[in-house]
């Protein structure tokens, strides 16, 4: 099962598992990390917005034309922010560190 390492603004880093098939907001969510995702994933809003670690951005991959939309709403946006109702989980995210943004 892959561990994701959400790092809050305070910089407490939260190890949790993830099942592959989740998306990283849902996962967030069911582990109590502080991500809202009020459209449900529907790219529809950015409070799951996350900041992927650079040298995870790769494996992660570019956001999509409707998440690059969106993410130009995003407080705090960065060059490797994502929205996490859009990053699938699969074996291949074990260890993603990613930085849970001030509201």
């Known amino acids: ?3 994701l390492i ?4 305070d910089g407490n880093e939260i190890i949790v598992d993830a099942e592959n098939g989740f998306s990283v907001m849902e996962v967030a ?3 109590d990390i502080d991500i809202e995702g009020t459209c449900g994933g529907s790219i529809s809003c950015c ?3 996350v900041i992927i670690d650079p ?3 790769n ?3 570019e956001p999509n034309p409707d998440e690059e939309d969106m993410l130009d709403l995003a407080h705090g946006l960065q060059p ?3 929205l996490s109702c859009q990053i699938e ?4 995210l074990d260890g993603l560190r990613m930085i849970v943004p001030e509201d």
């Open 59 to 61: 494996v992660v991959g």
């Open 29 to 31: 969510r069911d582990s």
């Open 89 to 92: 989980i699969t074996n291949e």
């Open 1 to 3: 099962m892959p561990k």
């Open 6 to 9: 959400f790092i809050e603004p």
């Open 55 to 57: 040298n995870w951005f």
């Open 47 to 49: 409070t799951c917005h």
């Open 80 to 82: 490797t922010s994502r």
